[in-house]
């Protein structure tokens, strides 16, 4: 069970110890020590990724920027310029024209088509919801026993409004075909030489999935458009499900009878085939599938590891959490480990696929070390684990958080 | 592009709920093409194999994202190593994956 990582930044990590994290000064403004071996990361200057505030830095090339935890403690919307970037091949454009830009739409329909931006927004009723982006790897950092990726703390994760176009509308006015199953979604990305065909990145999700009236595809985040390292000018909303399939820069989307081909859906971003998508390392005969829906997951945002509370006196709480594939049903705070859990408040519902915030009042019954859990449950009834299940891509993690304070 | 829009106006300007029509219709946007620069390449790798690192690995990722990698078992690294060149084409050769993968463990020592 992980610290909050609220606290990581004045707390004293251990190191791995192996090669230095260089980076030069015309990168970095300062550092931050992520709670897990080898967590160093360099903070970015602000401005140095374009549309981004101070980021902490996992990769320049291609991008990989965390939000910091104190954002999280400001913002239950994550301001556009402080969401986390992830980007597997640095083969995006730097310049989108958007008078040039076309999306289409086309496979087993009866009527392929083609619109420009301007079409997108114009021509097709535009909805507003509210929903948390998160990395499939999320949190990959606190796994144990650690794997290879990208080694994020909890930062790569971003609420935010999106407007946009439900994807059912754009299917509906192309007639998707009888026996058609998939939807795949292309993006502008062309691949960099050595890398071949096979690896150029798209998603597939099941047709009953892409037709889910909150599955869109949204242009606006926050209210303005998105940042160029989010996928500017438009991309694909999934909300409950991890964002892989989230396509950035989207360019084409492809109704199929098939569940796709590629790397990015099969090996990559694949779960076992078990309850909560757990195994044990060097398994064998476990059966994968494409990672789909996401797990509860709750946090602190009003206290970090190390604070001091008053004894006898009441402190609320606060912090926030999300349902995953389903609606956030409740959030518990555990002063006992874990024996015992005080339902908080839950403070207002943006909907079912956003985060939400939460608040209890507590009272420590005795001066000295105070320790606090908090657990989420969803509407479905998965509620969070004690320890993280493990597989071998670090995916899912969703472990119960805790923060060691002190009463005084 | 990237103006901030505060929680309370987002509240101000929303019902609750999970789908909103947005003006009922067709929806006005800015559009405003985008050239951005990027603080490319980024690190190189240096110490330990640096070179054969640099050679094999540099073409499509910077060095960063390697060294914080956790320690991990020799074989996983080997693993990764053979990832980057089957399915990405990084430019190893056969007789180099053994030795990249023995210098990216021996780079990563378990923590003390």
């Known amino acids: ?408 | 592009m990237t103006q901030r829009l505060p929680r309370l106006a987002i509240g101000a300007a929303l019902a609750a709920g999970a789908l909103l029509a947005a003006g009922g219709g067709a929806f006005a946007v800015t559009w405003k093409s985008e050239t951005v620069t990027l603080p490319y390449p980024g690190p190189h790798f240096t110490g330990h194999g640096a070179a054969l690192l640099n050679a094999s690995c540099s073409t499509c990722h910077s060095a960063d994202f390697v060294n914080g990698q956790p320690h991990l078992a020799l074989g996983t690294w080997k693993v990764e190593v053979l990832k980057m060149k089957n399915v990405f084409h990084a430019p190893v050769h056969a007789k180099d994956v053994d030795t990249l993968a023995r210098i990216l463990f021996d780079r990563h020592p378990a923590p003390k």
């Not at chain 1, 980076?23 to 549309?51: D, H, I, M, Q, Y």
């Not at chain 1, 958007?98 to 931006?117: Q, S």
């Not at chain 1, 796994?143 to 754009?170: D, F, K």
């Not at chain 1, 476990?286 to 604070?307: C, E, L, Q, Y």
């Open chain 1, 1 to 408: 069970m992980p610290a909050n990582p609220g606290a990581a930044l004045g707390r004293r990590a251990i190191l791995g110890g192996g090669a230095a994290l260089l980076v030069s000064p015309a990168l970095a403004a300062s550092e931050v020590r992520l709670p897990f071996a080898n967590g160093l990361r360099p903070l970015t200057k602000p401005g140095l990724f374009p549309g981004k505030q101070q980021m902490i830095l996992q990769r320049v090339r291609a991008p990989l920027l965390e939000t910091p935890w104190d954002v999280f403690r400001k913002h239950l919307f994550i301001p556009n310029d402080q969401a986390y970037v992830r980007w597997h091949i640095p083969d995006f454009p730097t310049a989108i024209d958007v008078g040039k830009y076309r999306l289409r739409i086309d496979g087993d329909v009866a009527h392929p088509f083609e619109l420009t931006l301007d079409e997108l927004a114009g021509k097709f009723p535009a909805h507003k919801q509210a929903a948390i982006n998160q990395c499939s790897g999320n949190s990959r950092g606190l796994i144990e026993p650690r794997v290879a990726g990208a080694q994020w703390g909890n930062g790569a994760m971003y609420n935010a409004m999106w407007t946009g176009v439900p994807l059912a509308a754009l299917l509906d006015r192309a007639g998707v075909k009888p026996g058609a199953t998939h939807v795949a979604f292309h993006n502008i990305e062309e691949l960099i030489e050595p890398i071949p065909p096979h690896a150029l990145f798209y998603k597939v999700l099941p047709l009953a999935r892409a037709t889910d009236p909150s599955t869109m595809v949204a242009y606006e985040m926050n209210g303005a458009n998105l940042p160029l390292l989010n996928g500017f000018p438009i991309r694909l909303i999934v909300p409950g499900w991890y964002a892989t399939y989230w396509v950035k820069m989207l360019t084409r989307i492809t109704v199929t009878t098939h569940p796709g081909t590629g790397f990015w859906m099969n090996p990559a971003y694949t779960i076992p085939d078990t309850p909560n998508g757990a195994m044990t390392p060097g398994q064998t005969g476990v059966k994968f599938v494409p990672i789909n829906a996401m797990d509860p997951r709750s946090f602190f945002t009003s206290v970090t590891n190390g604070a001091h509370l008053p004894a006898h006196k009441p402190t609320l709480l606060r912090g926030f959490a999300f349902g995953g594939g389903s609606a956030l049903a409740a959030v518990a705070v555990s002063a006992d480990n874990g024996t015992s859990w005080k339902d908080a408040a839950l403070g207002k519902d943006w909907g079912p696929y956003a985060s939400r915030e939460w608040s209890l009042s507590f009272t420590p019954a005795k001066p000295g070390p105070v320790r606090l859990l908090v657990r989420a449950t969803n509407a479905a009834g998965a509620v969070q684990p004690m320890v993280a299940g493990w597989n071998p891509g670090g995916f899912l993690y969703n472990a119960i958080e805790h923060v060691d304070m002190r009463a005084v």
